[in-house]
């Protein structure tokens, strides 16, 4: 579907859209339309009366993708849609090195909506390389995952890197290595260096590669690139539109090396359509004219903290909530490393009467709207939350424009 005919589906069909796009002309180009904002997004992507999709859901799969109990985020494939993702990511998997005959180890999340576990079966059953499929998910036991490994002879593993080195752990503190895992597929979170010197421990001379890079809200987006060393290029797949723009102009970057925020427009999608979304990636070209990019880390749409998304919206009304009128001048969002593990750090701004109770206070409340951090947090994949508090004027704030920068990504490559 062109660029044209996607706009005119969504301003007939959908609601929310038609409203977006009243003031503009008849015919616009891409650059001319909006981009998306989340909040009215997600407020008209509702479970009863929707006001974004362009029909009735009549056929495919749904899926989480965030938010908090009160108000989840979800996203609806029709049957065509999501086999022609399937399909079309799988065409990645050469290029991360899967070769006929390899036995892959599927530990992605299964179950409660979630989506990464069935959409990895299928691209693996669609691919161009002919595998053997170990469907063992990311909740079995650790030691019935090593044995499985070693008893049908695992050649690739697929899973989160927390996933991955909590089971790389296992296997140094039990059989010390597994020699013929030869691949590392990773997806969902970022892989950093500090993980690499278990996994070649664990599993030595595997080549840890991206599995592709996809959200379940901004769908598949770009699949790894044959003979590339940085695990954080890929080239942007077919049907898809990727943008990198400029984070305070909003300009399209072509150039390469400029960093900017992702937006995506999905030509493939349209009961759900995604035109010009922000996915929450920071982002910069490698070669404009072949498509390929680097990814660099979050934007300040939602906080990725191991494999755990904690949007920034949702953020501030915990601690709006926390506080009960008390004066929060600002709140700043860090990612961090600490022990090989990501941290979600919340620091604030203002001056309050008990900081240690009201940290409490966001903490527990934290864990009560998002228990899929809390339940992280106590399987030990990810750190606990952390409170700072910066005054009134300890906030990092942009030199350029003055505003307050929402989120700080301190993790590093």
């Known amino acids: ?68 109990t009160s108000a989840p985020r979800v996203s609806v494939y029709t049957r065509a849609e999501w086999r022609e993702m399937s399909e079309t990511f799988s065409t990645g998997l050469v290029g991360a090195g899967l ?4 036995r892959v180890a599927n530990l992605f999340y299964a179950g409660e909506l979630y989506s990464s576990f069935i959409f990895t079966l299928n691209t693996l059953q669609d691919a161009p390389v002919d595998t053997v499929q ?8 650790l030691e019935f995952v090593a044995k499985t490994l070693a008893e049908f002879g695992a050649t690739v593993l697929a899973a989160p890197p927390t996933s991955l080195c909590q089971l790389a752990q296992h296997v140094v503190d039990t059989v010390g290595s597994l020699p013929l895992v030869r691949i590392v597929l990773f ?18 001379g595997a080549r840890v590669r991206s599995i592709g890079y996809a959200s379940v809200d901004g769908g598949i987006l770009g699949g790894p690139v044959e003979g590339e060393q940085d695990a954080r290029v890929h080239r942007v797949f077919p049907g898809r539109i990727m943008e990198i723009l400029d984070i305070d102009s909003g300009e399209p970057i072509q150039q390469a090396g400029r960093p900017g925020r992702v937006v995506v427009t999905d030509l493939v999608r349209t009961l759900q359509p995604v035109v010009r979304y922000p996915v929450g990636d920071l982002a910069e070209w490698t070669d ?15 906080a990725r903290v191991g494999p755990v998304t904690v949007y920034l919206d949702d953020l501030r009304s915990i601690v709006e909530g926390a506080a009960a009128g008390q004066s929060i001048t600002g709140i700043q969002v860090v990612l961090r490393r600490k022990d090989a593990k990501d941290q979600l750090v919340l620091r604030l701004g203002g001056t309050v009467t008990g900081e240690q109770e009201l940290a409490r206070a966001i903490a527990a409340r934290l ?20 409170v700072e508090w910066a005054g009134t004027d300890g906030l990092k704030i942009n030199p350029r424009t003055g505003k307050l920068v929402r989120l700080l990504d301190e993790r590093g490559a």
């Not at 404009?288 to 939602?302: I, N, W």
């Open 1 to 68: 579907m062109s660029v044209s005919a996607l706009v005119d589906l969504v301003r007939e069909r959908s609601p929310y859209y038609r409203e977006l796009y009243a003031e503009l002309p008849p015919a616009p180009d891409l650059t001319d339309l909006p981009i998306v904002d989340h909040a009215g997004y997600w407020a008209a992507n509702t479970l009863r009366d929707n006001r974004l999709h362009t029909g009735e859901h009549v056929g495919g799969l749904v899926f989480k993708t965030g938010g908090t």
């Open 99 to 102: 070769v006929d005959g390899d």
């Open 134 to 141: 170990l469907p063992i998910a990311g909740s079995a036991p």
């Open 187 to 204: 997806s969902g979170e970022a892989f950093y260096g500090d993980q690499r010197a278990l996994i070649n421990t664990a599993f030595p």
């Open 288 to 302: 404009f004219e072949s498509r390929t990019f680097r990814l660099l880390g979050r934007s300040d749409e939602g």
């Open 367 to 386: 864990d009560e709207v998002r228990p899929m951090f809390a339940d992280h947090v106590e399987r030990g994949l990810i750190q606990p939350l952390a």
